[in-house]
């Protein structure tokens, strides 16, 4: 596995929406169908992630954005890992993992306690990355309802 020491991992600024958008419905739009949930968070992530108390990350090379990972506010002690992405070139490189680890922190500093994913089973390098850091699988009907058609599983890890 290559390294990705050139690429730096920064906070969302406000001309990356389009970078964000573009990343996540590749990878969406690849795999699955993009859903009106995707479209409403694509389409503002200033005010659907970042001014609902959440945050995003972003993997810049360069000037060029080649990943991204949303940290949505669930609620005063959860946050939700959500629009995790790397660009299709960048893939198996460890910069999920990065964009991963970034996260974690970034949410501890926020004071999260507890981080929430949905996902499919069909993305296995995804599900092993998030059970590599210590997520771990919920019981069906745990988390309640999922907005996304796509999701058929949850994993949650503890900060504390």
């Known amino acids: 596995m290559s390294q990705t020491p050139d690429i730096k991992i920064r906070l969302f600024q406000p001309d990356d929406g389009e970078a964000f958008r ?16 995707d479209r409403k968070v694509l389409g503002d ?17 360069g ?6 990972v949303a940290l949505q506010r669930v609620d ?8 995790m992405t790397v660009s299709e070139a960048l893939r198996g490189t ?6 991963m680890e970034a996260a974690i922190a970034q949410a501890r500093e ?11 089973t069909s993305l296995k390098p995804a599900i092993s990355l998030y059970q590599a850091v210590g997520f ?18 949850r994993m949650e890890l503890s900060l504390n």
Request: negative net charge.
């Open 45 to 61: 992530p200033q005010g659907m992630i970042i001014a609902r108390g959440g945050q995003i990350l972003m993997a810049i090379a």
């Open 110 to 120: 926020m004071r999260a306690q507890k981080l929430y994913l949905e996902s499919n």
């Open 22 to 37: 573009t990343l996540n419905e590749a990878w969406i739009t690849r795999l699955f169908a993009l859903e009106d949930s």
């Open 136 to 153: 771990r699988t919920l019981v069906p009907g745990e988390g309640g309802a999922s907005p996304y058609a796509r999701c058929d599983i």
């Open 63 to 68: 000037d060029e954005a080649v990943g991204a």
């Open 76 to 83: 005063e002690t959860t946050l939700e890992l959500a629009k």
């Open 94 to 99: 460890g910069l999920g993992r990065r964009l």
